[in-house]
């Protein structure tokens, strides 16, 4: 049976277009784990279309071109262990925006940092039950 969408994929995927697909797709690797699950070079053997998979989530990324500029965003992510991640995110390249903290009235220890490309990334474990 075809279905409307690939296996364990969500409805839902965050897009990124970057100036250096390659080298972000490096980090993130490096930092969540991350793995590959399609990828699509040009024919400068830049990226295309890559499809990393964060856990549960499925991120794709692509080289930035003439009509599809780079852009930044935010994104948040779960994580087993908010401090080894974030200390790996550090250690790989990324700039510290926050330390994890956890805040009073927050289920969550939370920190953020700004990857190779621009973008904001928080990372949090639930330290504390939500409801």
């Known amino acids: 049976m075809t279905t409307y969408k690939p296996e364990k994929y969500s409805s839902l995927a965050p897009y990124l277009i970057v100036d250096d697909a390659q080298k972000l797709v490096d980090q993130l690797t490096t930092i969540f784990d991350a793995t590959t699950l399609r990828r699509f070079d040009r024919e400068d053997g830049k990226i295309a279309h890559i499809e990393l998979r964060l856990d549960d989530t499925v991120l794709m990324i692509s080289n930035?071109?003439?009509?599809?500029?780079?852009?930044?965003?935010?994104?948040?992510i779960y994580v087993p262990d908010v401090f080894s991640t974030f200390q790996l995110a550090i250690d790989n390249g990324?700039?510290?925006?926050?330390?994890?903290?956890?805040?009073?009235?927050?289920?969550?220890?939370?920190?953020?940092?700004?990857?190779?490309?621009?973008?904001?990334?928080?990372?949090?474990t639930q330290t504390h039950p939500a409801y």
């Not at 994890?100 to 621009?118: H, L, Q």
């Open 64 to 76: 930035s071109t003439d009509n599809y500029a780079a852009n930044k965003t935010m994104l948040h």
């Open 94 to 124: 990324c700039q510290i925006i926050e330390k994890p903290v956890n805040k009073e009235g927050d289920p969550d220890t939370r920190g953020s940092f700004y990857d190779i490309a621009g973008n904001y990334w928080a990372v949090s």
